[in-house]
Every structure is written in structure tokens, then in C-alpha cells.
């Protein structure tokens, strides 16, 4: 298969700023972030109900206090001052009630809201191309729907809790211009001074958010990569441990750094006002206490508007501070929606129907017709942000060249065909266009006569089995990866296609059989063993049509031989389209199709190909012809590559825990 969009491309881990960090907020974004809430209206009207009767408590409590100082304390009414007292403490404990109330509901809200765009956003990535995923650094994605929905839940839940400063606000301000106007517009005449420079702030916060969950990305992405167990071995054998961490450190000092500016800037407008309220308090009580000194001005007032001025300058405070939690959460929110944004290029039709399955339980057969394939723009199935990498001006908007021309041809039902050629010819990616992880640039694939393009996904999938070279194992137990194929599968049948796959023996050796974890990606397995898992996985599956790319690359000759015949009584029946490299396999083939320059050059059986003398003979003298064994030998053994190379026992290729305590 050819590289996808190659180009030049540059690392912009611990560079400056780039243009991915300095873009802005999507318009729409918050409309959308309100449709996403809009189904839990319910816990939103709960939340208002608390803010209200939280504001209106606390804008109670000043003007009972000049109750208690006026008329209690200043006419020696005892009475008075108990009973306001004791109502006092009474709005105190309600006034703590509906904060604990706003705190459940906010959270709720905010819980809720990022669950659906987390769920979402999942399923979104699951039905992206396979380009999407071969360009993508997968720390990046973890990063974007991981940490990102982390940010904006959190961010959220504390601009919900600022509902109730907005109430409070509306009536302070009402009951300090009843108490007193004069005083009151002394103490509003400066806000405005606060206007520019919250501007200027709030577009710094953004602009640091959004390069703080970037930075944070790539940082994550590069542990993925170098502390998965491939990356982790290929750092050990070829690595530079000094200058990984140096370029670690760059990346981390990188987060530090603009950690920092964004912890100053989002507490810098709070200092502001936290200064600006102690001016005005100071000018309220300067020329209150003059006119209570005048007689003019009762103390009791005077008190009640130094506490309407606290609680005033609070909300205030807290509105310009939710400013920068506001941003956070919307710049989040836009981070999850860009991916959401990404139409997925295979994309099931409103009217497909299910791939019907022959009358008689036969398999069917796959054509080719006319097909002509490209691999998509990177613009089309991915994000600059997500390849953490800047290309060369151009690259991503340039359609690559055509990989596949003029591909046709017919596997027959029940047949083997086979694909041989050198490499990067096409044959994968014509493997890909029959489990429709790609659509055709031109032409169709059908299976009967069933464009490929009107069936369900779902019974697509149903149909098809695949093996490929590299098999893909889940960080689970044996008996997990198998029933990922068919989890009703009970354990006499997961028994029958290990034995099958020639696999039984060894997990059966194993302290915990089925249940034996398998460790990240398969590790814990040799390449041979894993590779009869995942025909054990095949088999397990039972479909009418078999794709196997290459299924038989990782084993000796002696599991090869066992696994051929495994897949021989597996095969039988079905239709089979087989990628292959070992003479055995193109032998048994009823018809070989040799793959060069993404079309089919040659066509015919082994016999027929080799007599025609074409490149399919070129092919089988210099590949296949050093297989056949010298006459009166037997078929060659050699070391399974996944065998023990760390000195430990080995039982079949997994060092199990129980027994010797370490793993590989």
C-alpha cells in the first residue's frame, strides 16, 4: 500500500506559536453547547429555582441587619435583635442548603452534557475512514476526547454555579439604589473602567486554552508512542535515551510555560476587581460615615450598604472569573466539535438493506467492475491539530495519485482467489475496498451482484472475515479477544476453533486458560501464537466470505502446515481472497491474479501463469521457486520469530505470571 499524503512535514512539538493555537472560536459554538443541553431542561429549571431563592437570602441579610442596628440596637429593643438574629442564622442554614442544591445540579448538568458529547464523539470516531486513523496521533485523540471533555465538564460546572450571581447582582443593585441612589451610582461609576481590559484579557484566555490543551495533546501523544510495548522496544533498541528526554523536557517546559501565562491572566482580572471593590468600599464608608456624622444617613443603612457593596463586587468578581472558565469550557467544547465536524467519508446510505444471503447457504461471489481508487486529501478524513505535524503548504488539499486503475475481476463463489505481486502493487488496498474500509474512486465492488455501497455496514461485516499479517490482540484475556468475534459464543465452541487454529494445546498449558491476559497488543505472545488466535477469532466467526492478508507470515513451517490445514477444512466453501507470499498458498489457489501498478497484469492458475512465461514467472523464480524443498525433504523448519529471546522459560510463548513472576 503507498504512503497516504506523504510530504514534508515538521514537528511543532515545543515550537512557538502556530496557527493551530491561534485560531478562534467556531461561530456557533455556543449555540451548539445549548442545543447539547437542551434535553435536560428539567435539571435546569431546578438549578433556577435555587439560584433564585439563593440570591434572594442573601440580599435579605443586609437589610434585616439594619433592622437589628436601627431599630434593635439603637432603641434597646432586646427582643428585636434576638428574633432578627435568630432569622438571620435561619437564612443561613437555608442559604447553605440552596448552595448545595446549585452545587448537586450544576454538576449534574454539566455531567450529563459532557457524557452525550463524550458518547458521541466516540461513535463519530469509530465510523471514520482507515486514512483518518493512519494520520492521526492517537495520543492526541485520547487528549481531544479524554482530557478536552474533562476541561469543558469542569469549566461548565463552574460557569452554571455563576447563574446565581447574576440574580444576586439584579438585586443588590435594586436594593442599594432604594437604600441610597447617591451612594449606590458613586459605587457603579467605575465599572466601566473594567470593560477594555477584561476585553483584552478574555481574548488572552482563550488564546492560552486553546494552546494549553494542544500542547498537552502532543505531550500526550509522544508518551503513547514511546510507552506502548512497541514503542518502548524500538526506544530500547534504536532510542536516544538522552536526547528523549531532552526533547521531553522541551515539550513539558513548553506546558509549563504557558500553564503559567494562563494561571496569570485568568486570576489577573479577579485582582482588578478585588481592588476596584476595596476602592469603592472604602469611598462608600468615607462618605456614608461623614453623612451619618451629618445626621443625614442612618448607621444601620450605612452597614446594610457596605454589606450590599460586598455582596455586589462578589458576583461581579465571580463573573469576570467565570470569564476565563467560560472560555475554557468553549474553546473544549469547539476542540470535540471539530472532530464531530469530520463527515466520515463511508457513510451507510438511509435506504441500505442488508446484504441478503443465498437461498441455499452458499457463499457468494465479489466483483470488480471498472474500479479506480485514490486515497482521500488529508483535509477530508483529518485535522491538523491531530497529527500534531506541520505540512508543506499545500499537502493537505492535493488529491494523491491513483493507486488502483481499471481494476476487474470476478472471485467465484466458494473459490480461493489469490493476490501476488511486489510490494506496494495494490493488493491491500484492493482487500480494503471488499470490507469497505475505503469506497472506489470509480466503479463498484459487489458481492452478487450487490453494490457494496447499498448494503448495512452491520451485515457487511457479518459476512466478511479477515486475518491480517499483523494481528491485533486487545489488552484482555484469551477468551475475550476470541468472543469479540461472536460474544454469545459459549466455551465448547471457543474450545473447538482454538483446536482448530492448532492453539488449544498451549492454553490449556496455561495456570489460566481462557482467562490468561494477553498483555498490550498481544506482547505476551509470540507473532506465531497470536496469529492462531486471531484464525481461531476467524474461525469463531464463521463467515461466508475470507480475506487473509498475508495470514500465515509469522508462523514456522511446522504451525504454517497445521494452520493451512486448519484453514483448508475452514476455507472450504467459502469465498476466499488471499494475499500471498508462500508457494503452498498459491498452489491451492483457483485463480491467482498477479497486482502490478494497481492493475491487474496477469490472470490465470499456476500452471497457466507460469506457461505463459509473464511476470507472474518473473515472480516465481526469483520469490517462490527458493521454497520448493530439494528432492527427498521434507518441508524445512525454522525458529518461530516470536520465540524467547529474554532468557526466561517459556511455555508456548507466554511467560505465565503465576509461574515465574515476570512478564515480557
Known sequence: MSLQGSGPMV???????????????????????????????RLLIFLLFTTVIGSFV???????????????????????????????????????????????????????????????????????PLAFFTRTQTGSLVSRLNADVMAAQQA???????????FTLVLVLTE????????????????????????????????????????????????????NVGGAILAKLFGRPREEAETFARGAGRVRDIGVRWAVYNRLLFILMTLLATLVTALVYGLGGTMVIDDSFQIGTLVALAALLGRLYAPITQLASVQGHALTALVSFDRVFEILDLKPL?????????????????????????????????SDVSLPSLEAIKRAAGERTQDPPYVLTDISFLASAGKLTALVGPSGAGKTTITHLI??????????????????????????????????????????????NLTYARPEASDEELIEACRAAQIWD????????????????????????????????????????VVLDEATAH??????????????????????????HRLSTIREADQILVIDGGTVRERGTHEELLAHDGLYAELYRTQFAPQEPPAGEGTPRRPDPGGATDGLPRQGGIVPVARHGTDR
Open 11 to 41: 514537528s511543532v512539538i515545543g515550537a512557538p506559536e502556530n496557527s493551530l493555537t491561534k485560531q478562534r472560536l467556531t461561530p456557533g459554538t455556543i449555540g451548539r453547547v445549548l442545543r447539547y443541553a437542551r434535553p435536560h431542561r
Open 58 to 128: 442573601v440580599v435579605a441579610i443586609p437589610l434585616i441587619l439594619r433592622e437589628i442596628i436601627d431599630d434593635g440596637v439603637m432603641r434597646g429593643d432586646k427582643g428585636l435583635v434576638v428574633s432578627m438574629a435568630l432569622l438571620v442564622a435561619g437564612l443561613a442554614l437555608v442559604d447553605g442548603l440552596t448552595q448545595l442544591g446549585q452545587a448537586y445540579f450544576s454538576a449534574r448538568i454539566g455531567q450529563e452534557l459532557t457524557y452525550d458529547l463524550r458518547v458521541k464523539a466516540f461513535a463519530h470516531v469509530q465510523k471514520q
Open 156 to 166: 461548565l460546572g463552574t460557569v452554571l454555579m455563576s447563574l446565581s450571581s447574576v
Open 176 to 227: 442599594m439604589f432604594y437604600l441610597s441612589w447617591v451612594l449606590s451610582s458613586l459605587s457603579l461609576v467605575v465599572l466601566p473602567l473594567l470593560a477594555i481590559p477584561s476585553v483584552v484579557i478574555g481574548r488572552r484566555v482563550q488564546r492560552y486554552s486553546r494552546q494549553q490543551m494542544q500542547v498537552n495533546a502532543e505531550l500526550a501523544g509522544t508518551i503513547n508512542e514511546r510507552f
Open 346 to 378: 463511508i457513510q451507510e446510505k438511509p435506504n441500505a438493506v442488508p446484504l441478503p444471503a443465498r437461498a441455499d447457504g452458499s457463499a457468494p461471489a465479489i466483483e470488480f467492475d471498472g474500479v479506480a481508487f485514490r486515497y482521500p486529501k488529508p
Open 435 to 480: 470490507t469497505r474500509l475505503y469506497d472506489p474512486t470509480a466503479g463498484s465492488v459487489r458481492i452478487d451482484g450487490h453494490d457494496l455501497r447499498d448494503v448495512t455496514l452491520e451485515s457487511l461485516r457479518g459476512t466478511i472475515g479477515v486475518v491480517t499479517q499483523d494481528a491485533h490482540l486487545f489488552h484482555d484475556t484469551i477468551r475475550g
Open 506 to 545: 498451549l492454553i490449556e498449558s496455561l495456570p489460566s486458560g481462557l482467562d490468561t491476559v494477553v498483555g498490550d497488543r498481544g506482547f505476551r505472545l509470540s507473532g506465531g501464537e497470536k496469529q492462531r488466535l486471531a484464525v481461531a477469532r476467524l474461525l469463531l466467526k464463521k463467515p461466508s466470505v
Open 555 to 580: 508462523l514456522d513451517s511446522e504451525s504454517e502446515a497445521a494452520i493451512q490445514q486448519a484453514l483448508s477444512a475452514a476455507l472450504a466453501g467459502r469465498t476466499s481472497v488471499v494475499i500471498a
